[in-house]
């Protein structure tokens, strides 16, 4: 029964309900995975002011309990048990907004990649990738918010108790516009990046596996390598987001103003020059990696399991 059982096919027979739910499985688990490693990365992009200062306190940041300055390692603290606490902050909006937003990102890219024709054998990375894109285009647009609120909990001197709590000041403070004023540059950013990442799974998955029979480890190499590849490309696009959903909770006039992409990017320049568009380069890299690894390894394996255990149905009402 199991050599009857072609893996390939999951992608046309399976259904919406079984791709949005392995979809929202893999988001969640993707994000959770590697939250601390992500608040690291984004309080090294954070700029607090005109001078150089520092990216990540002993306190509250890295488990490793370097005091860095200006993204070098200068001395050694005394480890702080609030310090792991702290690098979990915000993870609970990600809970609630990355099970609906991947289960909506998996659903359109899986239905987009049969309509383009990606589904064929052979590769076709620029039908992937344009698959990836719509799919981009549906997540960002319901993550967003919930992005923005992770990112103001991640900051060192964030005083939000929860996030009803940063929604909630933000919102009366800054208004709904703030929940929104990245979404440009995250989908200026997000599109190549899932482009990127979409055509080079499916390539690299391809390469690895042509048989196309189910494999963990396929999916967890390729996965990691895509994302390892997006990442890398996207990075400043990253930095100038972070800029623009943390400007609220900044002391400098300038960047609490900034207006968008190239007010940001102008920023960043002035500041720190071109090497400040790569601020948080490893941590986003080591974060993406094995959540790029894990969000595809847990998707195949639902997508597989949900669609393994409907083809046994099916043939026991036979």
């Not at 002391?251 to 920023?267: E, F, K, Q, V, Y």
Request: positive net charge; contains cysteine.
């Amino acid at each position: 029964m199991e050599e009857d059982y072609d893996y390939e096919s999951l992608g046309n027979n399976s259904t919406i309900a079984q791709n949005a739910m392995a979809g929202a499985l893999a988001g969640i688990a993707e994000h959770c995975a590697m939250y601390p490693v992500d608040s690291i990365k984004t309080r090294m992009q954070v700029i607090q002011s005109t001078r150089p200062s520092v990216l990540v306190t002993a306190t509250h940041a890295a488990p490793s309990s370097f005091v860095m300055r200006s993204g070098v390692a200068a001395t050694y603290a005394p480890y702080n048990p609030t310090m792991l606490r702290n690098l979990w902050r915000g993870v609970n909006s990600v809970v609630l907004g990355a099970g609906p937003a991947h289960a909506l990102h998996f659903t359109t890219y899986e239905a987009c990649k049969e309509a383009f024709g990606a589904n064929r054998p052979g590769h076709h990375p620029f039908t992937a990738a344009a698959a990836g894109a719509c799919a981009t285009l549906a997540h960002d647009s319901l993550m967003n918010p919930f992005d923005v609120i992770k990112q103001r909990m991640q900051l060192q001197d964030s005083t939000y108790k929860s996030v009803r709590d940063c929604a909630r000041k933000v919102y009366s403070k800054e208004g709904i516009a703030a929940f929104y004023i990245s979404l440009p540059t995250t989908l200026t950013m997000s599109v190549p990046y899932q482009s990127i990442q979409f055509a080079t799974y499916e390539y690299f998955r391809k390469v690895i596996n042509p048989r196309g029979d189910y494999d963990p480890k396929t999916h967890a190499l390729a996965g990691g390598l895509a994302g390892a590849v997006a990442a890398a490309v996207t990075m400043p696009l990253d930095v100038a987001k972070t800029l623009l959903q943390t400007r609220g909770q900044n002391a400098d006039p300038r960047i609490r103003n900034a207006s968008g992409l190239t007010d940001a990017m102008m920023i960043i320049k002035e500041r720190h020059g071109f090497r400040g568009f790569f601020r948080g380069f490893k941590p986003r890299v080591l974060t993406t990696m094995p959540s790029a690894a894990i969000s595809w390894s847990v998707y195949e394996y639902f997508k597989w399991f949900m669609g393994f255990n409907a083809e046994e149905e099916s043939l026991m009402t036979l």
